[in-house]
């Protein structure tokens, strides 16, 4: 059964005419889409922003806000690609990291959605701990990756938590405790099989290991929906 996405709820509506009019205004200003900076000084970019922003403003959220509009645009324009991934494959991702032969090529920015509330995280500090529903995935121009994490997607919220991690893959990345990485922090957690997230590092981690998976299924490798 399909599972609604970010570019679902948020840009059902404003994509359709939006995102043509963005596409032909960075291509006429010569500008790379990956370009954060060149994008969201775009004429048609800010139009976007103001009409998605409610009128009691965003304040501090208006980084992330940004940052999915940015996101979802690069998957748009790369074929709106949802690779969903099944609880067995999340769980030899979360498990062990692909062989990075299989990153060999570039692949295209895309939105990689994990079972339902089995990936938690402290979003807000002091607030209850959020399920991830997916990642957004894409390349920066000098190569680092940009993985956008959302969080609380549910049918009686309108909205959802995004966060943003950027830059190259760390080597030997450990947690301070020492537990592996995504095993769980919610108190009865790894009863009920469930997994979490530390950090920002991680949830990049978590994007550079989708990277290899991706390549997979570009490539026609449908095992990852098990």
């Not at 599972?3 to 596409?23: E, G, K, N, Y």
């Not at 570039?106 to 079972?115: E, I, L, M, R, S």
């Amino acid at each position: 059964m399909h599972r609604a996405t970010p570019l679902d709820l948020v840009f059902s509506h404003a994509a359709a005419p939006a995102f043509p009019r963005i596409a032909a205004s960075l291509a006429a200003g010569g500008h790379d889409p990956s370009d954060r900076d060149a994008f969201l000084m775009d004429r048609e970019v800010v139009t976007l922003l103001h009409d998605l922003r409610p009128e009691e403003g965003l304040g501090e959220a208006m980084d992330q806000m940004a940052a999915l509009v940015h996101h979802a645009f690069l998957a748009w324009a790369a074929g709106a690609v949802t690779i969903p991934i099944g609880p067995q494959a999340a769980e030899e991702l979360l498990e062990q990291p692909l062989a990075e032969a299989a990153e060999s090529k570039d692949v295209p920015p895309y939105f990689a959605q994990f079972p339902e509330r089995l990936i938690w995280a402290t979003v807000i500090e002091n607030q209850p701990p959020e399920p991830l529903d997916g990642i957004f995935v894409s390349r920066t121009p000098d190569g680092d990756l940009r993985v956008l994490g959302i969080f609380g997607m549910r049918p009686d919220r309108p909205g959802f938590s995004a966060v943003e991690a950027t830059g190259g893959r760390v080597e030997r990345l450990a947690r301070e405790d020492g537990s592996r990485l995504f095993d769980p922090t919610l108190t009865g957690g790894a009863t009920a099989g469930l997994r979490s997230i530390v950090g920002e590092e991680e949830l990049l981690e978590l994007g550079w290991r989708t990277r290899f998976l991706a390549a997979g299924v570009e490539s026609g490798d449908a095992r990852w929906k098990r």
